[in-house]
Nanobody, 114 residues
Framework: QVQLVESGGGLVQAGGSLRLSCAASVSLFSINTIGWYRQAPGKQRELVAR???????NYGDSVKGRFTIYRDNAKNTIYLQMNSLKPEDTAVYYC????????WGQGTQVTVSS
């Protein structure tokens, strides 16, 4: 199982930016897909953005053009740059990785005030 440690959440005003980090315990090249998911109260967990071992990315429709996922292979870390944040982006953000099985981080809270 992959250990994932997230950081970077917090409180920000609408229109602001945050960057989330997720450090993996194994090489990113050994992970099929790794990405960010979020869950707001009363809602299902949804895809925010993910990146494959080949570097392909895909994004949830609600964040396209505002969020960018990228990785630093030397640090085994992925990042999520979030710009133009909206109150509806408020959620717990989880890092998830697929490598033989799915692993999850502990989650980090992102709160966007209006």
């Amino acid at each position: 199982q992959v250990q994932l440690v997230e950081s970077g959440g917090g409180l920000v005003q609408a229109g602001g930016s945050l960057r989330l980090s997720c450090a993996a315990s194994v090489s990113l090249f050994s992970i099929n897909t790794i990405g960010w998911y979020r869950q707001a109260p009363g809602k299902q967990r949804e895809l925010v953005a993910r990146i494959t071992s080949e570097g392909s990315t895909n994004y949830g429709d609600s964040v396209k053009g505002r969020f960018t996922i990228y990785r630093d292979n030397a640090k085994n870390t992925i990042y999520l740059q979030m710009n133009s944040l909206k109150p509806e982006d408020t959620a717990v953000y989880y890092c998830g990785a697929l490598r033989y099985q799915t692993s999850w981080g502990q989650g980090t809270q992102v709160t966007v005030s209006s």
